[in-house]
């Protein structure tokens, strides 16, 4: 991992005196990287401010964590900074303390002056991450995975380590007898990325042990065509978007190709580095959106976005949710607000009211859960007419303050399709229906 000074140095070009943001978790990645620009301080007498995130989940060792990398910047004489997430808003746990960690970085970026960002991503973070938006479906950019260099307005984001995988990483730890702690989540199947982590992502490496050097190529290739895409479609998106508000009768005189790419670059412009979040199901039920003979239409999108279509224009705008409120697509797992959970499974001998199986072709995708809305009815399986949500509540006995947090399954025409735990609704099919969607609570 000599390289990485040359790069830090020769490429990066960091100075004498500079002032550095490092994302710090505590883990063998993070801890490395630290190591490294610790070697660097002493040479270019840098500043470096150890960023460290407290994500606060009830995972047992969070606060140890905390302590034992205070501890070592203390010894290493580093400035160490800490928060600890208090409370989560759209509870969709990963996107969002991923947005709030990258918002405490550039706090500390303005606090300190400093013009980098360093954190730990490597060859293998980078190889999941382009299998996981290659399944689920991306952007071009998307696709790419993540870049090794992000420039922001005020700062860069540097991602040093991408050529080396998580073994190097070890060796380099072992070498140096460098202590780290391990996060116990990390091995947890339940999370998409630690299946492709421990079960796909080592197929790999047995075509190729250097398979890493041909995805980070992957990578650099599609960001290159991307970046060409982009320059011809601005071209025309001040005209068509202005204001990134889309003006659909200029819109529909382009070619798909340029229609779908218009697209994502909204989707990128609100979603910035955040493209985990979205595919291309998304670009897809927005351009049927466009494509609609509705004159005002509402979709909703991951993290509280809304795709709003009122007549010849359509705008992306994020939900101003107040702090009990709650709206998230179903994507493989969520955990609830209330404690609760929902997965969606692949088989299951129950059908009680905390499985729903649903047909796809029924109803509209992607699938959210929000709390209550005033005036919420549902259709009850087995029921003629609708029911009100409130007098449901009322008739499971369920108390004042769980119902202000209960979950609703939705479709994207706010058609409630299950009421998690209580009712199903006449979207619900049996054992012996057909259906392609299978939600659990638990």
């Not at 870049?147 to 990483?169: F, G, Q, W």
């Not at 996060?183 to 998409?192: C, E, G, L, R």
């Not at 979040?277 to 959106?289: T, V």
């Amino acid at each position: 991992m000599d390289k990485v000074y040359d790069y830090l140095l020769n490429n990066i070009r960091l100075k004498y005196g500079d002032a550095i943001i490092v994302g710090v978790s505590g883990g063998p990645d993070s801890m490395a990287l630290l190591h490294i620009l610790i070697r660097l301080k002493k040479a270019l007498d840098l500043q470096i401010i150890c960023a460290h995130v407290n994500h606060n989940t009830g995972r047992k060792g969070q606060f140890e964590e905390q302590k034992f990398v205070s501890d070592y910047c203390k010894h290493n004489s580093v400035i160490f900074e800490t928060m600890v997430i208090e409370e989560y808003g759209d509870d969709n746990f990963h996107n969002e303390a991923r947005s709030i960690r990258y918002n405490y970085f550039g706090k500390l970026a303005k606090k300190y002056n400093a013009k980098y960002i360093f954190t730990a991503h490597h060859a293998d973070d980078l190889i999941e991450t382009i299998l996981m938006r290659i399944v689920r479906g991306s952007t071009l950019r998307g696709y790419s995975g993540f870049s090794e260099i992000v420039k922001m307005d005020n700062y860069t984001i540097i991602r040093p380590l991408i050529h080396y995988t998580k073994d190097e990483i070890y060796a380099y730890l072992n070498k140096n007898k460098i202590k780290y702690m391990l996060d116990s989540s990390n091995f947890k199947d339940v999370y998409t990325r630690n299946r492709f982590r421990k079960y796909i992502v080592p197929e790999f490496k047995k075509e190729d042990k250097m398979v890493h050097e041909k995805f980070y190529k992957f990578s650099k290739t599609l960001l290159e065509y991307n970046d060409y895409i982009d320059k011809q479609v601005n071209k025309k998106y001040n005209k068509i978007c202005p204001d990134n508000v889309l003006n659909i009768e200029e819109f529909l005189k382009q070619e798909k190709l340029i229609q779908e790419k218009i697209i994502y670059m909204m989707l990128e412009k609100i979603y910035q580095d955040d493209l985990m979040l979205i595919s291309d199901k998304h670009c897809e039920i927005i351009h049927n959106l466009i494509l609609s003979n509705k004159p005002n239409a509402t979709i909703h999108l991951p993290n509280n976005i809304q795709a709003i279509k009122s007549y010849n224009t359509l705008e992306l705008s994020k939900l101003n949710l107040k702090n009990d409120i709650y709206e998230i697509q179903i994507e493989d797992y969520l955990n609830l607000p209330n404690g609760k959970n929902i997965e969606v499974i692949k088989s299951s001998k129950l059908d009680d009211n905390n499985i729903c199986r649903l047909d796809s072709k029924s109803i509209k995708l992607p699938l959210y859960v929000r709390n209550r809305h005033d005036g919420d009815k549902m259709t009850v399986k087995g029921m003629l007419g609708r029911k009100k949500i409130s007098d449901i509540f009322i008739d499971c006995k369920v108390s004042s303050k769980d119902r202000e947090l209960w979950p609703i399954v939705c479709d994207s025409d706010d058609n409630i399709v299950w009421l998690p735990g209580l009712k199903k609704s006449k979207f619900c099919k049996e054992k012996t229906e057909k259906c392609d969607i299978i939600l659990k609570y638990y």
